[in-house]
């Protein structure tokens, strides 16, 4: 059993608490708190709806069991997940009951039409005359014009279209004087359950980089995405945004700098995701590449053949097709296996990889830019070399046991015994006569 303590040493009240924290074991019980999230090994524990304040000097527990472990492992590290404040645009109207210049009874009506819950509401106004009392609500603020008010904790959340009532009574003043310059707020805390915690942000940057996730997630948001698309999206968040978090997390009460700066970083992230994504389709190029060649390599009925005779491959895309056993066979079934090309593609000769050819558009819609070749010229694992009888796909470059630089490719021909195939002479000898080369636009 484990007892957790938190305990409030700033200067001001704790609303709405939430902790992360890494933990390797499985939490299976839980009192007095609420597991928010837990993700890659790390938890996120808010409060319940009776505990969910801390006063200044106060100090507030929950407890949990796990899973049995003869090593358990403490926490390496244990933050306190700040509140994300944001502005909302919930409708707001003023009811008079009683008004005169002696006194004045009214309340203020928060209606939620923000597609959403509203949790931990804050509402700003002006008025110019001197507030007596308010009813659920409290007054966080005022200098006797300006007030904010804070939702009470047993109403701290405004279902989807539902109505909170906050009853003003007024002392003596103009008749008629109303609220102006409303301005309502709420936190937002669950914004880090979309967080892939695995990528270090959360374990090593400061609280301003958890603030800044947060915010970046509310402008995602409010932007109109989905929760699945933003959670999907911030995946690809790594430590090369670290600093640009922590700058959006300290400037996250700044609405017009910290917008523009969740734009920049939206848009980094369309260039991080193409990028990733892009090396994902890669690998997968290569590791097809492999697995075709060595289907080839494998089966004693495979050889070659000039004819245009058929192998029939399984399992997969091309799965129960027959494909042809020569280069161009190969490398469409490469091809078409990694879904680069549709299956109507799969027999096509090295004639349709050419320049002016059927295949260049579908090539360019794949993603592979076309290359003229000439000595000198730097190959890479995965380009398509193409001469005007012969195509294969290059591996690398590499060293042999006496460390002679040698090179290979995946392609067939004669009747090959091993894939890829080595090569110890010259590569640009090898290539020389060649056309150009398609390679994937990583």
């Given at each position: 059993?484990v007892i957790?303590?938190?305990?409030n040493?700033?200067?001001?009240?704790?609303?709405?608490?939430?902790?992360?924290?890494?933990?390797?074991?499985s939490?299976?019980?839980?009192?007095d708190?609420?597991?928010e999230a837990n993700?890659?090994?790390a938890y996120?524990?808010?409060?319940?709806?009776y505990?969910?304040?801390?006063p200044?000097?106060?100090?507030?527990?929950?407890?949990?069991t796990?899973?049995y472990?003869?090593?358990?492992v403490?926490?390496t590290f244990?933050?306190?997940?700040?509140?994300?404040?944001k502005?909302?645009?919930?409708d707001i109207s003023?009811l008079?009951y009683?008004d005169?210049e002696y006194?004045l009874?009214?309340?203020i009506?928060?209606t939620?039409?923000?597609?959403?819950e509203i949790?931990?509401?804050?509402?700003t106004f002006d008025?110019?005359?001197s507030?007596?009392?308010?009813?659920n609500?409290n007054v966080s603020?005022?200098?006797?014009?300006?007030y904010?008010?804070?939702y009470?904790e047993?109403?701290s959340?405004?279902?989807?279209?539902?109505?909170?009532?906050?009853?003003?009574?007024g002392n003596a003043?103009?008749i008629?004087?109303?609220?102006?310059n409303y301005?309502?707020e709420?936190s937002?805390y669950?914004?880090l359950?979309?967080v892939?915690?695995?990528?270090g942000l959360i374990h090593?940057?400061?609280?301003e980089?958890v603030?800044?996730v947060?915010?970046?997630?509310?402008?995602?948001?409010?932007?109109g995405?989905?929760?699945?698309?933003?959670?999907s999206?911030?995946?690809?968040l790594n430590?090369?945004y670290t600093?640009r978090?922590?700058?959006?997390?300290?400037?996250s009460r700044?609405?017009a700098?910290?917008?523009g700066?969740?734009?920049?970083?939206?848009?980094?992230?369309?260039t991080?995701?193409?990028?990733?994504?892009?090396?994902?389709?890669?690998?997968?190029?290569?590791a097809?590449?492999?697995?075709?060649?060595?289907?080839?390599?494998s089966?004693?009925?495979?050889?070659y053949?000039?004819s245009?005779?058929?192998?029939?491959?399984g399992?997969g895309v091309?799965?129960?097709?027959?494909?042809?056993?020569?280069?161009?066979?190969?490398?469409s079934a490469?091809?078409?296996?990694?879904?680069?090309l549709d299956?109507s593609?799969?027999?096509?000769?090295?004639y349709?990889?050419?320049?002016?050819?059927?295949?260049?558009?579908p090539m360019i819609?794949?993603?592979?830019?076309w290359?003229?070749?000439?000595e000198?010229v730097?190959?890479?694992?995965?380009d398509i070399?193409?001469?005007?009888?012969?195509?294969?796909i290059?591996?690398?470059?590499?060293?042999d046991s006496?460390?002679?630089?040698?090179?290979?490719?995946y392609?067939w021909?004669?009747e090959?015994?091993?894939?890829?195939v080595i090569f110890?002479d010259?590569?640009?000898?090898?290539?020389?006569?060649?056309l150009g080369?398609w390679?994937?636009?990583?």
């Amino acid at each position: 059993m484990v007892i957790v303590t938190i305990t409030n040493n700033s200067a001001s009240p704790i609303s709405n608490w939430a902790i992360c924290f890494d933990y390797a074991d499985s939490i299976e019980n839980i009192w007095d708190a609420v597991i928010e999230a837990n993700a890659n090994g790390a938890y996120i524990i808010r409060n319940n709806v009776y505990n969910e304040s801390i006063p200044v000097g106060g100090s507030v527990s929950f407890g949990f069991t796990s899973t049995y472990s003869e090593n358990t492992v403490l926490p390496t590290f244990i933050k306190i997940v700040p509140n994300v404040v944001k502005p909302i645009n919930a409708d707001i109207s003023y009811l008079v009951y009683y008004d005169d210049e002696y006194s004045l009874s009214s309340a203020i009506l928060i209606t939620n039409n923000t597609g959403s819950e509203i949790k931990n509401w804050t509402l700003t106004f002006d008025m110019d005359r001197s507030i007596q009392s308010v009813s659920n609500a409290n007054v966080s603020g005022t200098d006797g014009i300006s007030y904010a008010l804070t939702y009470p904790e047993y109403a701290s959340h405004i279902a989807l279209g539902a109505t909170t009532q906050i009853g003003v009574t007024g002392n003596a003043g103009v008749i008629g004087t109303t609220p102006t310059n409303y301005a309502n707020e709420i936190s937002n805390y669950l914004a880090l359950r979309e967080v892939d915690y695995s990528d270090g942000l959360i374990h090593n940057g400061g609280e301003e980089v958890v603030t800044g996730v947060a915010v970046l997630y509310a402008y995602l948001l409010d932007s109109g995405l989905s929760q699945e698309a933003i959670r999907s999206r911030m995946d690809y968040l790594n430590e090369d945004y670290t600093r640009r978090l922590s700058l959006l997390g300290n400037n996250s009460r700044n609405p017009a700098y910290s917008n523009g700066l969740a734009r920049q970083i939206n848009t980094s992230l369309d260039t991080t995701i193409e990028t990733e994504n892009r090396q994902r389709v890669f690998a997968n190029y290569m590791a097809v590449c492999d697995t075709v060649a060595q289907f080839f390599v494998s089966n004693e009925n495979i050889h070659y053949s000039s004819s245009h005779s058929e192998v029939y491959y399984g399992p997969g895309v091309i799965n129960g097709m027959g494909i042809r056993t020569d280069c161009s066979g190969f490398v469409s079934a490469v091809l078409v296996q990694s879904t680069f090309l549709d299956i109507s593609h799969l027999n096509s000769s090295s004639y349709d990889y050419e320049q002016g050819h059927v295949l260049v558009q579908p090539m360019i819609d794949a993603g592979f830019v076309w290359h003229e070749y000439y000595e000198g010229v730097s190959l890479q694992q995965g380009d398509i070399m193409l001469s005007s009888e012969h195509i294969e796909i290059f591996n690398g470059f590499g060293y042999d046991s006496q460390s002679n630089q040698i090179y290979s490719f995946y392609s067939w021909g004669t009747e090959y015994f091993s894939e890829p195939v080595i090569f110890g002479d010259g590569v640009y000898s090898h290539y020389s006569g060649y056309l150009g080369f398609w390679r994937y636009g990583v």
